[in-house]
């Protein structure tokens, strides 16, 4: 990371903007063999292991109890991350002096509506949802084909051994593409940097150095919550997933650390049939940066055009993207949609999404991170009352690149 901050910044300094445009598309090609390479095996990743999962726990009553349990952990965390980017972003006025008359054109983002929450949700055929990597799609036809192979008992049991195999192969394909997880990151944030250089991050250093802050203090709670609940410690938790909160940082995105995150979750103690259940899960219904992020961003453009908003519209407001959010994929930039969908609503001019597009790389590092941090605790938790033991500790030497035991 380090090296590829400086890098970039030499390269802004020492070349014309189209040479770093250059040089920066070129970089960009690792990156994106990167993404592409981790997108190849989410799909089969999320069906093997989900499916093997719900198969496994033997009947649909256990399977339900779990699923109230997570999503009860997701409502939650949703609100509080909710409620603590509409204060911060109520205390701080991170838009307040701005006094905006107009904005470019956002760009052909499109709301989010309840017929396309569908679409989103039910599968028209597993295949093209495989295809598109629409992973809340594969959950439902993981959901069904688990009951389906449990209520079948020992006949399906050669096709739960297949997909446990299926499994292990791809667990195998997750650490040879991780290998290229160093040069990545060196190339994400070279490409970024060699571009924008420090003067963007400084136009806008006051929203984001607030927004940061706003996070620091969400994982704070997050941390807190899976050691008061879980009994996971906060420090290891953060050596534990020290890679795959790197990967989503540095990448702004939530599935390219999907893979590892299931490895740390099953070589931290979490039974393989909760973290293979609940993870899947998390990424379509737990985004915690993203909920803090867009009730921060909407109220941020509020402010930036002088838009007042009462307590009963703020709190509509918050119902409206607790509603909105869900189903919205874990990927780069998603949330613009969703934050754009909101401020019509409000009379607020969605023009005003153009005013984080272009930093909108240096926000989606925090909130993606966030996503995956949040997940993990989540499936820690799940576990936990799953299982009604605490886990104080567990190694973290098992931890390690190549590795869930």
């Known amino acids: 990371m380090a090296l590829g901050l400086l890098v970039g910044l030499l390269l802004h300094a020492l070349l014309t903007p189209v040479h770093a445009q250059a040089i920066a598309d070129g970089l960009s090609l690792v990156t994106r063999a990167f993404l592409r390479l981790i997108q190849m095996i989410i799909a089969p990743l999320v069906f093997s292991t989900l499916t093997a999962a719900v198969a496994r726990t033997g009947d649909a009553r256990g399977i339900g109890r779990m699923g109230l349990r997570a999503l009860g952990w997701f409502l939650g965390a949703s609100v509080v991350s909710l409620l603590l980017g509409a204060g911060a972003a109520l205390w701080l006025k991170p838009g307040a002096g701005l006094h905006l008359q107009a904005a470019a054109p956002a760009g052909p983002l499109q709301p989010l509506t309840a017929a396309g929450f569908v679409d989103h949700l039910v599968p028209a055929s597993i295949v093209d949802a495989m295809a598109r990597n629409e992973v809340l799609q594969v959950v439902v036809f993981s959901l069904f084909a688990g009951i389906a192979m449990a209520g079948l008992g020992d006949r399906a049991g050669r096709l739960l051994q297949l997909l446990e195999e299926v499994a292990a192969v791809t667990f195998r394909i997750v650490d040879m593409v991780m290998a290229l997880a160093p040069p990545a990151v060196f190339c994400a944030l070279a490409a970024a940097t060699a571009v924008q250089g420090l003067e963007l991050v400084g136009g806008y250093a006051r929203f984001l150095g607030e927004f940061y802050l706003a996070l620091v203090v969400l994982w704070v ?78 109220l941020f453009i509020a402010q930036a055009y002088g838009v007042a908003m009462s307590g009963g519209q703020v709190a509509l407001m918050l119902l409206m993207l607790l509603a909105a959010s869900k189903g919205v994929a874990a990927v780069p930039r998603a949330v613009l949609v969703v934050v754009a969908a909101t401020l019509p609503a409000f009379h607020i001019p969605a023009a005003g999404v153009a005013l984080l597009v272009g930093i909108d790389h240096l926000l989606d590092m925090g909130r993606s991170a966030t996503n995956v941090l949040g997940n993990y605790v989540a499936a820690c938790v799940v576990d936990h009352f799953e299982n009604g033991t605490p886990h104080s500790s567990f190694p973290l030497t098992s931890i390690e690149p ?3 035991e």
């Open 402 to 404: 190549g590795g869930a």
């Open 221 to 298: 709670l997050i941390l807190g919550a899976g050691w008061a609940v879980a009994g996971r410690s906060p420090a290891r938790v953060i050596a534990a997933m020290r890679q795959p909160l790197l990967i989503a940082f540095s990448t702004t995105s939530s599935e390219a650390a999907y893979p590892r995150t299931l490895e740390v979750l099953e070589a931290s103690g979490v039974r393989g049939r909760v973290a293979s259940f609940v993870l899947p899960l998390g990424y379509a219904f737990n985004l915690d940066g993203a909920m803090l992020y867009a009730t921060f961003a909407v």
